[in-house]
């Protein structure tokens, strides 16, 4: 079974400038995930999808970050404009559903660097 | 609001050293609990995870035990390998809301 997709795997840019990334979760998970992991701490949530709709986006920067599954599969993720602060590794995940004990399976992330 | 705390890395061990990293957490609910490792270059992977009072889980000579009383999911392995070296993150789950992770905890272990 092939796992979570992401590209890019690696992106440098300069502040002020727009950056995408791309998720391709396992086939038949409804459930897909955006998390920022900065460098020494834990993955963050940023934004979750339920099919095509958006479940929680709370922690999103929705002034500068944004994010679309339309077809309910692959996601897309776009930071615009980019600042220092956003230098992280996002990560991917998707799972059949939201239950309690529901595994997420992960990518393998998108590390950006904002110079 | 939810939280998981995890012992500071980094850890050094030998080879066939007895592993033990410590987690605690507080929830506002009654959570799942996860253990999840980030190999070098890769990414997050579940390692074991329990869902209720005093159930183990276990996976790859890795167990942790689900403790209510003391709100704490410690992970352990009795003889660790250079292959363990990663970074271990405890994270929690209450019902439908999201992963709730730790720092993480990097270990190397050396031949």
């Known amino acids: 079974e092939a796992g979570v997709a992401q590209s890019p795997r690696y992106k440098i840019i300069e502040k002020r400038q727009s950056v995408a990334f791309w998720c391709n979760p396992i086939?038949?998970?409804?459930?897909l995930y955006w998390y920022q992991q900065i460098l020494g701490q834990g993955p963050k949530l940023l934004i979750q999808f339920q099919n095509n709709g958006v479940v929680d986006d709370s922690q999103l920067p929705k002034d500068r970050f944004s994010a679309e599954r339309l077809k309910g599969v692959d996601s897309t993720l776009k930071i615009q404009p980019a600042k220092l602060e956003d230098s992280a590794v996002y990560l991917c995940a998707s799972s059949l559903g939201t239950g309690k004990g529901e595994t997420q399976y992960f990518g393998p992330g998108t590390r950006l660097l904002v110079l | 609001g939810d939280s998981v705390t995890q012992m500071e890395g980094p850890v050094t061990l030998s080879e066939e050293a007895f592993l033990t990293i410590n987690c605690t957490y507080t929830a506002t609910g009654y959570p799942s609990l996860f253990w999840y490792v980030q190999y070098p270059g890769e990414g997050l992977q579940l390692l074991l995870k329990?869902?209720?009072?005093?159930d183990k889980g276990s996976n790859k000579g890795f167990e942790a035990t689900y403790r209510k009383e003391t709100t704490s999911f410690h992970l352990e392995k009795g003889s660790v390998q250079v292959s363990d070296s990663a970074v271990y993150f405890c994270?929690?789950?209450?019902?439908?809301?999201?992963?709730?992770f730790g720092t993480g905890t990097r270990l190397t272990i050396i031949p």
């Open positions: 086939s038949g998970h409804a459930t």
């Open positions: 994270a929690l789950k209450v019902g439908n809301e999201k992963l709730t």
């Open positions: 329990a869902t209720k009072a005093d």
